[in-house]
């Protein structure tokens, strides 16, 4: 029973990661870009954010989600709070991969707040109030690069994960 436990858990992990990385790729490689060719800011600037509003708020459900069933992963792999409080745990590969995934993560976290509630709403707005302002378009190209970075860390996380279950290459 306790095996199925682990199954379904980290199952869970998977899906809320994908959904999380899915949404992102989405939103940034087609909604955005067809919105972008299919008329007013205004609109558009309406779209995203209804859109991001919406996602929002999915996402952070998956960050919650994400780290409870990270950390049954961990329990269920028999790493008790006590041996993850030694160096020796942090000093060996798994801990170091460890590292890298949960820094990386909080780095997402970051940035996905400051994306969703400074940059990016401030270039929502400014795309409303004086949409080919310099600005405006620095604003939105920094908001722009804000969700690229964000795709890419949540795609290094992924990738750690694979090696916290599958070992490290090096």
């Keep these: 029973m306790d095996h199925w436990i682990y199954i379904i858990n980290a199952w869970i992990h998977i899906i809320a990661a994908m959904a ?11 909604m955005v870009p067809a ?10 600037a309406a779209m995203i954010r209804e859109t991001g509003r919406r996602f929002r708020r999915f996402g952070y ?6 780290l409870i069933t990270g950390a049954g992963n961990l329990h269920m792999r028999g790493f008790t709070f006590k041996f993850m409080g030694t160096s020796d745990f942090w000093m ?7 590292a890298y995934k949960l820094v990386l993560f909080i780095l997402m976290i970051g940035l996905g707040v ?7 709403r401030k270039a929502l707005a400014a795309m ?11 604003m939105r190209r920094a908001a ?3 969700g690229r970075l ?3 860390i949540a795609i290094l996380i992924s990738l750690l994960g694979v090696m916290l279950v599958r070992g490290r290459p090096w």
């Design 20 to 30: 999380w990385i899915g949404g992102m790729l989405f939103l940034s490689i087609i």
């Design 35 to 44: 919105l972008r060719k299919l008329g007013s800011l205004e609109n558009s």
């Design 61 to 66: 459900l998956l960050f919650i989600i994400l």
């Design 92 to 98: 060996s590969p798994y801990g170091q991969t460890l």
């Design 114 to 120: 400051a994306h969703d509630f400074l940059i990016g």
């Design 128 to 138: 409303v109030d004086r949409p080919a302002s310099g600005p405006t378009l620095r």
């Design 144 to 146: 722009s690069w804000m």
């Design 150 to 152: 964000n795709i890419i």
